[in-house]
Structures are given as C-alpha cells and as structure tokens.
C-alpha cells in the first residue's frame, strides 16, 4: 500500500527545516510531491550553535540541561510552523498526509559510546500537527553497536535505482558533513561519512567574511588551496578507516589553518572537502564510475570544480540536473524512512551503519 509521507529534515548546516513530500510503499517512490523550507532565524541559529557546545557533555541521550531544553522547544515549534505552513501552501488537510518523518536536530553525535542525540519532541510535533510522527530513528541504531549514521543511503538506492549511469555509482551528500553511498548493481550498498562537508568552509566564512556561507564557491575560487596543509588533514586515522563510519558536526573544528589570505582559506577548505569525498575511493570494491553529488555543496561550483579533478575519468554530475530536487533528498529520505520503519523494513545494514545485522527503527508518536 502506498503512503503519502512527509519528512522533515533539519541538518548539521542549522540552516532550516526542509520539508518533502512523497508517495511510497517503503521500497519504490511512486510519485515525488511538493517541498518546502522554514529557516531558522538569526536568534534561533544561536541558540541552536549554543546547544551543540553545550551538548558536548551530554552523557544521556533524553537529558535536556541547561538550554538544551529550550533548544528542544524551539526546534519542536519551528517543524509545527514547517508542517502547518506547508499544509496551507499546498492546500491540503492533516489527514491527507500518513505519516510524518521528523529526523530532530543532531546535536551530538559519539557512536563510539553509543550516544547520539537529536532533539525535537515527536508526541509533541504529533499532537500539534495532528499527524502520526516516526521519530527517533538513529537510536536502535547504536544502541545494537551501529554508527547511526548515515540513513540516507536506502533512499539514495532507491533513487538510483531508475538512472541510467555506468555503475558503480556513488552518491555524495555534501551537507555540513559529507557522505557518500556506493551502489553496485542490487547487491551492494556501502555507505560511510566521508569527512568535512560544508561546515568548516561556513565557519570560517562566518568568522572572516561575516558570511553565512560561499556563495557558488565564488569566493574560494579567487584563492590558492594549501595543498600540504590537506595532505597533513588527510593523515588523521578518520581518513584511512574502512566505512562504515561516521562524524559529528565538529569533529574536525580543532583543524586551524596557518596564516593566509581568506581566499586561500576558502580554497583551502573547499579542497580539504573534495580530497576528503576522494579519499574514500580505495576503500570501495571498485573504482566508481559515476558521481552524483546532492546538498547544499553541490551549488558551490568550485568544490564540484575540485572534486571533479580528483576523482579521475569518472564522471561527475549535480543531482538537480537528474532532475532530482537537491535540497529535498534529506527530506524526502526521512518521509521514506518513516514508511519503512512502520513497515518493519531494514534502515540500516552491516555495510552502512555497521549495524551487526539489518535493523529497522524508528519510533511512533501518534496525536
Ligand atoms: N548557493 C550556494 N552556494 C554555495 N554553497 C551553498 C549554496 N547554498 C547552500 N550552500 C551550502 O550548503 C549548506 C547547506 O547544505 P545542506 O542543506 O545540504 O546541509 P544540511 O542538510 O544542513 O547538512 P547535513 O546533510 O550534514 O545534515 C550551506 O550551509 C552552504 O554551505
Ligand atoms: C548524526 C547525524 O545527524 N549525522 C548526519 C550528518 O549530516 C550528514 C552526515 O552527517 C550524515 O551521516 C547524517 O545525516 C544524513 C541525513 C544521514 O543520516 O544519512
């Protein structure tokens, strides 16, 4: 049976709430329905950068101290104004929609002791938009001894599933982490983070340049990249491990660049990401042939320009000229997610998550 499910995504850049719609069964999309998109405001984006430091010591994954709670709060509103605001555009009542997908905000991620927290209320968002809620979907995950991380790569196969491309095919989410999902024929998905994505290019962009961001990668395309400063990054363990595995929004924020012109350090970044996504090709089966490249960073041009030279003859191209809807991937994935965890169905396997075995998850919260 087919569902119309709605995903709501809010990731690591802190940038919004995305919102998709889809139908789907679980296991195919038939149809791809309208998005949309709440930003965070400027006092909202603080509070949310405040609850990532303050996180950091968080030992439980429900424990809310401090302005974690608050931060709980406005992030369970501000999907509430998402879904309601996305309901009215679009001319639909609640009880169109089957199922909400809401994937909370990261704002600590440590596999390693099994910990991940995403807050964001489900009962709460349920009651408010009168629409049964999956929440929750990372924590079966680590708790078995998986990464957590990432989810998408379900999604991604089937996305993939229908494009005619030379295989294997990767799919590379250039978000404010990165990561990649690696599809060979139906048999092998793989998937792991990759390294930094656009979070420590919006950082430093934030803190030179007052910016939120590069915009088309304008500004690191008038720098030079530090070549050997990448090659000193590329050598921490992260680089070398074998997927699956997975980061934290600041696991690298300790890197400091020496000193250069903010051109350079723009570049610099913008290459460190690139190599990064690169670097996972001797750890696949097979060298990819094809490269489809989604999130945010996919509109910086130079980190496409950066990744295309590093990946060989393979060819490299933008999700948006698939035709898929770039921003929406995350969210539409939650919407598909949210169907399959009500199915019972796998969202994460041994070579994704490192999962000890496929494991469904996911929990309801019904209004
Ligand atoms: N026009 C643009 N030019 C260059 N970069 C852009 C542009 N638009 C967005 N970005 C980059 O993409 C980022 C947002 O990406 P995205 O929405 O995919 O991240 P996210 O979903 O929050 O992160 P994650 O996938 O890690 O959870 C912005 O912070 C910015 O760095
Ligand atoms: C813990 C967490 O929220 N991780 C995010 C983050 O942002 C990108 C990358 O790191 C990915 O692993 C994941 O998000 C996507 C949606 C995922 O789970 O596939």
Known sequence: MMLTALGLMSGTSLDGVDVALIETDGKQVKAFGPTGYRPYSPAERNLLRQALSEAVHLSQRDAR????????????????EAVATFVAQNRMRPE??????FHGQTVLHR?????????????????????????????????????GAPFVPVYHRALANSLE????????????VSNITYIDGNDTLIACDTGPGNALLDDFMYRTM??????????????????AWIARALELPFFAAPPPK??????????????????????TLTAFTAAAIA?????????????????????????????RERVGSAYVEAAETLGWASDAIEAQAF??????GLRGLPLSYPATTGVPMPMTGGVIARP
């Not at 169109?96 to 997908?101: A, L, M, P, Q, T």
């Not at 910990?115 to 968002?125: E, K, R, W």
Request: proline share 7%; net charge neutral.
């Open 279 to 307: 670097r996972v090709i001797p750890l696949l089966p097979r060298r990819p042939r094809s490269w489809v490249v989604c999130g945010g960073g996919a509109r910086n041009l130079t980190m496409l320009r950066m990744l």
């Open 165 to 176: 491309r030379e295989g294997p095919i990767v799919v590379v989410n250039i978000g404010g």
């Open 96 to 101: 169109d929609i089957d199922i909400v997908g």
């Open 111 to 147: 596999p390693e002791k099994r910990l991940t927290v995403q807050i964001g209320d489900g009962p709460a968002l349920a009651k408010a938009i009168h629409i049964p809620v999956v929440h929750d979907f990372r924590a079966a995950d680590v708790e078995a001894g998986g990464q």
């Open 65 to 80: 101290p401090g302005i974690l709670a608050e931060a709980e709060r406005v992030v369970t509103r501000a999907h509430a």
């Open 335 to 340: 919407g598909f997610l949210a169907a399959r």
């Open 246 to 267: 997975s980061l934290d929004r600041n696991d690298f924020a300790a890197l400091k660049l020496g000193d250069m012109p903010p051109a350079d350090g723009a570049a």
């Open 210 to 227: 007052n910016q939120a961001f590069d915009a088309e990668g304008k500004f690191a395309a008038l720098g030079k990249a530090d070549e």
